[in-house]
Every structure is written in C-alpha cells, then in structure tokens.
C-alpha cells in the first residue's frame, strides 16, 4: 500500500564538530567515523530498514550521516572506519568494472564532495578497503584523510566512492553533508542562523518492499550483458533527512536551508505549493554574489541549493515542496504522485521576532574568465546501445573507460576551458573532483545523430568536425547556477562550455600507486548509475 505524507516530522541531522573550539581557540581535530549496518526507520508504518550508514559510533549513526562541521582553515582528520558484514544489502553487477574481494565484505571508501585536498585523501574508486581493513584496493593508500579545509565557506558532502559499488553504496545509506564555516565572514551576512534556522534538507528517492527493505533491481535491462546493472535507478519514495515525505513546523520567520539532491539519478525541480520564493544564496561549495530570487529550482543528483525562504508573509499555513522533474530528466516520464510531492511546512501563528536579513551581497570570488585559460578539451559524452532493446549497455566520456589511459593532465594552478558535448538524450550531472568551475555558454548542436555516429566510430573530435555542429541556439545558464560550482547539469543535444578552475591544490606528493594508469583524482558524470559503467574518468594533476 502507498504511505500516507506528512506523519513524520522532519528530522535534525546529528552534528559533529570536525575542530576543536577552547575558549574562541579553533584547533584541527580529528574524527573516527565508521560505517555500520543498522536498522532505520524511514516511515511511521513502515518497518524498520537494514541500511549501511556513517556515525562516530553505532548507535548514533543516521541516514543521512552526521553533518560535519568545519572551520576554514582549521585541518580535520578523519579515520574512515569500515564495520560492514561479509555481504551486500543490495544486488551488485559482477560484470561492470567492480572492487571484488577475494573474503567477502563490502569494499567501501569516503570521498569528500567538493574538497580541495590531495590526491592521497581524495577516496579513488581504487582506494577502496572492506571491514577492518581486511581487503585493500590497489590504489588504498591511506589509514586517515586530510581534509585541510583551506577553500572558501560552503557546503560539501561526503559519500561512499567504491568502485562499480557507488550507486548500493550511497542508496544503502553511505553519504552526509559537511560544511565549511567562517563565522568572521558570514556571521556579518546576518543570514538565518543557528540550530532552528539553518537547516539540512538532504533528499533522496528510495523504493522499499512492504518488510521495509530497500529495493534494488536485482535484473539489469541487457542481462545477457550485464546482468543487474541499469542505467538509471529511481525510488517511489522521496525521503528527506532519512524519512518519507516529512513535515517541518515552521515559525513565522526566515529559514536557511541547504538542500542537497542526494538521488542516485533522479532530478528534483522543486517548488512551493503556495507560489512562495526561494531565495538562492549559495550553490554547491560557494556562495553566489547576491541573492537571486526564483519560485523553481532543478537540482541534479548531487547538486546542492543554498537557499533562504521566508515564512512571514504567507496566508496559507500549509505548505507542500513539490517536484516536477520527469524521470530520467527532461525527456522521461512527468512526475506524478507520489514523488511529485516532497516534504510540507506547517506555519505556526503569531509573528516572531526575526533579526535575520538576506543581505544584497553575499561574496565575490575571482571571475572565470575564459582569457586565463591555457588549455582547451573537448569531452565528449555518449552511450552504447544494445542492439536488440535498444537500452545503454555502457555510457561513457570520449569512448573511453577509467581503466584507460589518463588523458585530461591540467597544470597545478591553470585555468582550462572544457567544452562538454552531450550527444545522449538526458541530461547529465557532470562532476569534477578538485576542479571548481562554471558553465559560461551553452549551446545546442545540430545534426547531432550524425556526430554521435562519427564520434562513436572514430572518437576524433577534430576528424568529426565538432565545431561544424555547434550552430544550434545558445541556452541560458540561470542567473542562480552562476557560480563556482562543482557539479554543473549539462543539457542533452548541447555543447557546454565551462572555466575549470585547478588552482587550489599543491598535489606534488608522490603517488604510491602507478600514476600514469590510475591517478587519485576522478571526473564523472554524478548519475551513480552512469558513473558505475563507465562515465567516469581518471584526472591527474601535474606541477607547473
Ligand atoms: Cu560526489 Cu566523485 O563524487
């Protein structure tokens, strides 16, 4: 039977603080977070879920994971701890590329979405390792990661990387929101702050068997090729903070919310039931320069919207987040009940006192500037069909896969223009780790069947007379994605251009791994699906 909305209340993520604070003296700290197998309740009339989640010990672990709260530029260590069993919660394709253990368990590794730190600490799909330490992957290389913290405010997530294992990974539970502060810089915004007031929204689809299990296809749609994998996996639930269509009770005031899209493929084109705005102040790991105000956002898997919504003026007392991202996004099936409903608000009466403002700046970062540029590729993103359905047996970027040889080596500290070409029928998150960027044009392609033929043939840009297709109508980036971002939704049937950013990072420690086939860093297309078989490519760093 279908579950009835709005009986749970909306959960408070567990906080940890990632420093030390004596008396207004910040000091680096570090953490021991493991990764247990425990019961969760998603629902009030559902039974009690086995998920796999983060937590600085069993019993306070949650899904999500704790929110890990840092000062920039106050170090955090963390020990990831794996206590998994011996066996998968969900089904798994042993045909795709997939970190297999020769004594079982589940292989696993932390990477810090968003972070700027080296490739050591980064969570490579190789550096997997299963329950104490039992199995290391080949590219495993350190007990504690590093998380410096140097880079501006914002809000990064940490989530499972494993290789061929990201997407049971995270849908099991492996993944939370972690943010970097700078209370002498944004205390002043006088933004909505504090416990009650700035809040996690951390959504996520999930389907559930009536015992409360989580469901996963355990049959892929080319099984003769791969036998579990399928291209997109979407839930018939929407969870926010770990339950199922929850409810805030709000007061009449503003509200700082961070809401992530922590959806394996499904897009969330969010709105309210009442016409009310959002307030965009901040996407991914940066703020925006000032706020831009918009009634609909549309976050992809992974995406995150730092918003402010104001709660003061409105009439209606209830009111419904809604989504309307068809599936798979844009072309798919609309949404429609149940997951075109998300959460709902309950507005208390009475006024409140509310010494909160949204500021008409927020910060302002360098500009990205395609003049500063000293390299330019072309990425080139497609899918493999099956010749009998019809349906994707692999998608991949340039043709190739993450066991291929490197080929994007940016300079520490350059600036480099990426054109991303989408030749599929959806839209992809596309996901760079350690680069920030962001999209400065985006246009359609014309005739795009027939570079899809070419390049899928010969995988030659130059020879395949790119340039010659890109006539199309130029798309507009909204005005509340213009930032430094670090996932950037590249629009099928177009050529997306965008400023990457790779100054942040000195990364001249030798590799304890074979560099030139299998670096620490990745770029990937953030549907885990896709990123699972085999949109995902090695990304190597070299000095100046
Ligand atoms: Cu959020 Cu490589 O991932």
Redesign the pocket.
């Known amino acids: 039977g279908t579950l009835p909305m709005y009986v749970d209340p909306l959960p408070k993520i567990p906080v940890v603080l990632g420093y030390y604070d004596f008396g207004g003296v910040v000091l680096p700290k570090h953490l021991i977070i493991g990764m247990y197998q425990k019961k969760w309740k998603f629902h009030r009339d559902l039974p009690e879920t086995t998920v796999f989640v983060y937590g600085t010990s069993e019993s306070s672990a949650s899904f999500p994971g704790p929110v890990i709260e840092t000062i920039q530029g106050v170090s955090t260590y963390v020990t990831w701890l794996n206590y998994l069993p011996d066996t998968h919660i969900l089904p798994w394709d042993p045909s795709i590329l997939v970190a297999e253990t020769r004594m079982g368990g589940v292989p696993t590794v932390a990477?810090l979405?968003g972070g700027i730190h080296e490739a050591y600490f980064d969570g490579n799909p190789y550096a997997w390792f299963t329950q104490h330490f039992r199995e290391l992957g080949p590219n495993w290389s350190r007990l504690t990661y590093l998380y410096s913290n140097d880079q501006h405010p914002g809000n990064l997530w940490y989530?499972d990387?494993a290789l061929g294992l990201t997407r049971q990974n995270l849908l099991a539970g492996l993944l939370g929101p972690y943010v970097i502060r700078n209370p002498a810089v944004e205390d002043p915004l006088m933004l909505p702050s504090g416990p009650e007031f700035d809040r996690h929204l951390v959504i996520a689809d999930r389907s559930f068997y009536s015992n409360g299990s989580i469901y996963m296809n355990a049959t892929g749609n080319n099984p003769d090729v791969h036998p579990q994998w399928q291209p997109e996996y979407f839930g018939d639930a929407i969870t926010v903070n770990g339950k199922a269509w929850p409810y805030l009770v709000v007061y009449r005031s503003k509200y700082r919310f961070r809401i992530l899209n922590a959806s394996n493929a499904r897009y969330l084109h969010l709105q309210f039931s009442n016409g009310m705005d959002f307030t965009v102040i901040g996407s991914d790991a940066s703020y925006l320069a000032a706020p831009i105000i918009t009634s609909t956002i549309i976050l992809s898997p992974?995406e995150i919207f730092d918003v402010v919504v104001d709660f003061t003026t409105t009439v209606i007392t209830e009111i419904e987040l809604t989504n309307d991202a068809p599936y798979p996004y844009p072309g798919g099936t609309p949404a429609s009940l149940p997951i075109s409903k998300v959460m709902k608000f309950v507005v208390l009466p009475g006024m409140q006192i509310d010494p909160s403002v949204v500021p008409t700046s927020l910060m302002s970062y360098p500009p990205a500037r395609e003049q500063d540029a000293t390299v330019t590729r072309y990425i080139s993103l497609y899918e493999f069909m099956h010749p009998v359905t019809g349906t994707p047996v692999d998608i991949l970027i340039n043709g190739k896969r993450l066991e291929d040889p490197v080929t994007e080596t940016p300079k520490t500290g350059s600036t480099e223009i990426w054109h991303i070409i989408n030749l599929t029928g959806d839209n992809h998150p596309f996901?760079s780790?350690l680069a920030m960027f962001q999209a400065i044009q985006v246009q359609q392609l014309v005739k795009g069947q027939t570079l899809l033929t070419c390049l899928q043939e010969f995988n030659d840009v130059a020879a395949c007379n790119v340039g010659a297709h890109v006539t199309g109508t130029v798309v507009n980036v909204p005005e509340h994605e213009r930032t430094w971002k670090n996932v950037v939704k590249i629009e099928a049937g177009t050529m997306t251009t965008i400023i990457m950013k790779f100054n942040m990072i000195v990364d001249d420690a030798p590799y304890p791994f074979d560099a030139t086939a299998h670096p620490g860093f990745?770029y990937?297309c953030?549907i885990l699906d896709h990123e699972d078989n085999e949109m995902i490519r090695p990304l190597h760093l070299v000095n100046q």
Do not use: L, S, W
């Open positions: 990477h979405h989530h990387h992974a996901h780790h990745v990937h953030h």
